[in-house]
Every structure is written in structure tokens, then in C-alpha cells.
């Protein structure tokens, strides 16, 4: 079993002691107790408050990739046309999974460590008319934050259906939903909320559901059936009680701290983080300071390092970062100071390890 002494993964992120004791209770039946719906019920609010939207949000059980394949498969048919706004991993992987289910996906590359330019995207657009456009907020791998606010209107006036993934930078970034005009968005437990991963969220616009109800798909996954679940008490599938009793202590955590200090908690880390990474002498992977994530830095490995001796080094040292995957395997490797490890001081032990064992070699 691997404990880090000082855990700075990108997820998923250490687990507090208290969220982790709502695992503790046997609560009863998620089909048949009131007090279960009740704690759906304000979930749903807590979750409206942090991600600025008035549109239906979908808590689910599973990792948050169970409830980005539902989303996808719920409003996009065999013959659709998906654009996939890509700078990274996640990105294009959007575009593959549209492809899985039959869509007609084309890509919208950025350059690395950027994001796509928003003229190109327009003309892109116009061009291929898709019916679906895809964003990822935060792309882990690449450690980008991208500018989701920018290219929102252009989508808008295309009339595409709008699914971003924000499932590594909710909490520790702005999250608009209603603002951006996003239809379907996309959160994860294991990120910033600091919990384990098997709670999915979905935010779900009134366009979106009308085109799940044109789709209707049928499967564990499918949107749909979750429509009227809160009001009739009906869940699709049993749910995960204890899960949803640490959910809701992390969204109460995080809107006691205030969601305008925890913003500057992550941006502060981050800042800190990728400062000693300059003053050591490691190259950022994003180009732009703007697009530097503020839950996770990409540091390109120095020269004269593997990833695997990189690690090796790090975990004598009782640090754990993680590498990435795709085509930045074995070329950066990523610092999470996201949820409960955007605390300057675990921050400030990591980076001292990292030069530590740079001097070293």
C-alpha cells in the first residue's frame, strides 16, 4: 500500500479524515427513505450555488467518465456532427468517444500549451456545422486552464448543443454554467471536492433535455431517467448514500470558505508552485501564463531525467506527483495542488523535495 507523506497527485486528491467518515454509517435504503431524497435534494441546490447555474444537475454514481460517456451518449445519434475543441488529452478525447457512438467528429486543434484561436474556431464552425461542440475547462495532462468564457459565445451562435468537461477545475476555478451557456457540464468527485471517485455530476440545460428525449437512450448511463427521479423518488439505479453524506459535507466546506477564497487558495499554490519551478530552472508546459491551471502544473521533465527515475527519486522522498499520458508521456510531469492540496505549506514541502533531489543528481 503507498502512502504519500506529501500527496500532491493530480487526482485523485487525499481525502479528508471527515469526509471519509461518512463512510462510517449505515444510513438505510437509498429507495426507500425520505431523508435520502431530502439529501439529493440539497445536494442539488449546494452544487446549483457553486457551479452559477438554474439548470437540472444530475448527481450519479460512478467516476466522472461514467457520467461524460451517458452525457455524450444521451444527446448525440449516429450521423451527428460533433466538434471537439481540443488542447489536450481530454480534448481530443471527446472526438473519440463521438466517433464510438457513430457521430461524424471533427477537431479543432490548439497548438501546444495553447488554446484554439477564437476566429478559427468561428470559420471552423461555420464550415462544418456541427450539432455538438465539446471544451475541456481544465485539461490535467497539460495542466491548462482553458478560456471557456471566450469561445462560449461563438458556440452560442452556432446553436450547437455545448458540453465542457470541468471536472478537475470546479471549486478551484470560476465556474459559470449559465453564463457560458454550457448544456451539458461535467464534474467529478475525486478533484477539488476532495472525495473519493464515485459521485459523477451533470448539469443539464433545458435544450439538452429536449434532445435526450429525441435520442432516448437506453442504458445504466442514459440521462433521461433522471428527469423526474427527484420529484417521483424514483432513482434509476440504487444510489450510494454515504457518498452523497460526504458530498454534501465537502460542497457545505467549500461554500463556508466562500467560493471567491477558495479560487484565490488554488490560484496562490499554483502561483507559488510554478514560481520555484522557474527559480529552479523547469520549463512550464503551458506557453502562456494565463492558461497555467491553477489545480495543476505541468513541469516538462529536465534533461538528464526519465519520468520513471523522476518518480523514483521523488518517492524516496515521500512525494507523490504524477506523470501525464498520450503524447506528453514521459515529457512532464504534474504537480495537483487542487481541493484539500492547495495548501501552501504541503506545497511548499513538495517543491522542496523536487529541488532537493534536482540538486542531487
Not at 27 to 56: C, H, I, M, P, W
Not at 208 to 227: C, F, M, Q, S, T
Not at 260 to 278: D, G, I, L, P
Not at 291 to 298: C, D, G, K, N, Y
Amino acid at each position: 500500500m503507498q502512502t504519500y507523506k506529501i500527496p500532491l497527485v493530480p487526482g485523485p486528491s487525499s481525502v479528508p479524515l471527515k469526509y471519509r467518515e461518512a463512510y462510517l454509517t449505515d444510513y438505510g435504503s437509498t429507495d426507500l427513505e425520505d431523508d435520502f431524497f431530502a439529501l439529493l435534494a440539497e445536494n442539488v441546490s449546494l452544487l446549483r450555488q457553486v457551479l452559477k447555474t438554474e439548470n437540472s444537475v444530475v448527481v450519479g454514481s460512478g467516476e466522472a467518465m461514467m457520467i461524460l460517456w451517458g452525457a455524450l451518449k444521451s444527446v448525440v445519434k449516429p450521423g451527428d456532427r460533433v466538434l471537439a475543441v481540443s488542447n489536450g488529452l481530454f480534448g481530443h478525447g471527446f472526438g473519440e468517444m463521438a466517433e464510438a457512438i457513430g457521430a461524424r467528429a471533427e477537431y479543432m486543434e490548439a497548438p501546444d500549451g495553447k488554446f484554439v484561436d477564437k476566429e478559427a474556431l468561428r470559420k471552423k464552425i461555420a464550415a462544418f456545422r456541427p450539432d455538438v461542440v465539446t471544451a475541456v475547462h481544465c485539461e490535467t495532462p497539460s495542466g491548462l486552464l482553458n478560456p471557456i468564457a471566450e469561445i462560449a459565445p461563438v458556440v452560442a451562435e452556432s446553436g450547437a448543443l455545448f458540453i465542457v468537461d470541468f471536472v478537475a477545475s470546479a471549486v478551484g476555478a470560476d465556474v459559470r454554467v449559465d453564463e457560458w451557456g454550457i448544456d451539458l457540464g461535467l464534474l467529478g468527485s475525486q478533484k477539488c471536492l476532495s472525495l473519493l471517485p464515485d459521485i459523477s455530476m451533470l448539469t443539464i440545460s433545458g435544450r439538452a433535455w429536449k434532445r435526450a428525449e429525441e435520442v432516448n437512450y437506453a442504458g445504466y448511463d442514459a440521462i433521461l431517467p433522471w428527469k423526474d427521479a427527484l420529484k417521483v423518488k424514483a432513482m434509476p439505479y440504487t444510489h450510494n448514500w454515504q457518498a452523497n453524506a460526504a458530498l454534501n459535507l465537502a460542497l457545505k466546506s467549500v461554500l463556508e470558505e466562500g467560493l471567491e477564497n477558495s479560487f484565490k487558495r488554488h490560484a496562490e499554490a499554483a502561483a507559488y508552485c510554478r514560481a520555484r519551478s522557474r527559480q529552479m530552472g523547469l520549463k512550464l508546459y503551458a506557453a502562456e501564463e494565463s492558461l497555467a491551471s491553477p489545480t495543476v502544473t505541468a513541469i516538462m521533465i529536465p534533461d538528464g531525467w526519465t519520468w520513471p527515475e523522476l518518480d523514483a527519486a521523488f518517492r524516496k522522498e515521500g512525494l507523490g506527483v504524477g506523470g501525464s499520458y498520450g503524447a506528453l508521456a514521459g515529457k512532464v510531469f504534474r504537480i495537483g495542488h487542487m481541493g484539500s492540496q492547495a495548501d501552501m505549506e504541503l506545497v511548499k514541502r513538495g517543491m522542496d523535495v523536487i529541488e532537493r533531489v534536482l540538486k542531487g543528481r
